[in-house]
């Protein structure tokens, strides 16, 4: 069906954790190949940040090379607040800070470069020059936070909300931002795919694999918040016009939203 394939991913997460490959091999099997398969009309290609020696601003030297397919090299970032990292406030008490993870990566805020590999691509200025963005995986998931949800150790609905409305709040303010800078005056911004859509037993979503029988909201489950099938069934993901969020509100919006922390490092991660 025409359409139907939008984007081709050339290679999820390369090298991750591994930091053995060199650039020029994932060089070789991403935006190299990728410009092999130009040839292809009608999709883009996806080039996801996770090489530890193919960094995000020496890939962004090699695809400003190639201005003319600033519209068909898609960058894919994937967001994660669920480990030690971005957003988290260290002290006597620890903490999590809401109104950063709203505010990550959007330029000129305080948190602007928040997270590394994006920040790479903002520094050589290509979401600006009409190169688009788009976030391959994120999730509500919390687990920095879950030693501190007593006595369950489990995910918690209300950190379970506020993290999936302060991620989407800011998703949105950054399609705000870049709009128009795009080829059709479109935005750079892309969107955000939840990660994932639905999470069985051992993290398989096969819909095979259950879990949780006498749990049907699969609240007793260590990874329910990873799941955004169950996010909707709790009523924590609701779509955003439900919400009342638009371009006119999202100030309002973020007044609400994007307020308090969550206490983290309560003992072992």
Same mark, same amino acid.
């Not at 939008?6 to 650039?23: I, K, R």
């Given at each position: 069906? @025409? ?80 480990? @030690?990292?971005? =957003? ?13 993870? =709203? ?27 009409? /190169? ?22 489990? @995910? ?18 950054? /399609? ?81 939203? =994007? ?6 490092? =309560?003992?072992?991660?």
């Amino acid at each position: 069906m @025409p359409g139907a394939i939008v984007a081709y991913e050339m290679m999820n997460e390369p090298d991750l954790l591994q930091w053995d490959a060199t650039a020029e091999a994932v060089r070789n099997s991403t935006m190299d190949l990728a410009m092999e398969m130009m040839n292809l009309e009608g999709v883009a290609f996806g080039l996801n940040d996770g090489a530890h020696n193919y960094g995000a601003e020496l890939m962004a030297d090699d695809l400003l090379e190639y201005p003319e397919y600033k519209d068909r090299y898609w960058l894919d970032i994937h967001h994660y607040f669920n480990w @030690p990292a971005m =957003c988290n406030v260290y002290g006597e008490t620890s903490y999590i800070d809401i109104p950063c993870v =709203c505010s990550a990566n959007i330029p000129g805020s305080e948190h602007e470069y928040e997270q590394g590999a994006w920040a790479g691509f903002m520094k050589k200025g290509l979401l600006d020059q009409g /190169y688009r963005l788009y976030i391959g995986e994120w999730s509500a998931g919390l687990q920095v936070a879950r030693n501190c949800n007593n006595p369950t150790k489990l @995910p918690n609905a209300k950190q379970a909300q506020v993290m999936w409305r302060a991620q989407k709040l800011s998703f949105l303010s950054q /399609y705000l931002h870049y709009a128009g800078k795009a080829k059709d005056q479109s935005s750079s911004f892309l969107g955000d795919f939840y990660w994932a859509g639905r999470m069985g037993h051992n993290w398989n979503a096969d819909p095979s694999v259950c879990c949780c029988d006498e749990d049907p909201n699969w609240v007793d489950f260590e990874w329910w918040d990873w799941s955004l099938l169950n996010m909707m069934r709790l009523g924590l993901a609701q779509p955003l016009s439900k919400l009342g969020w638009t371009s006119e509100t999202i100030a309002e919006q973020k007044e609400k939203t =994007c307020e308090g922390s969550f206490l983290i490092r =309560c003992g072992p991660f």
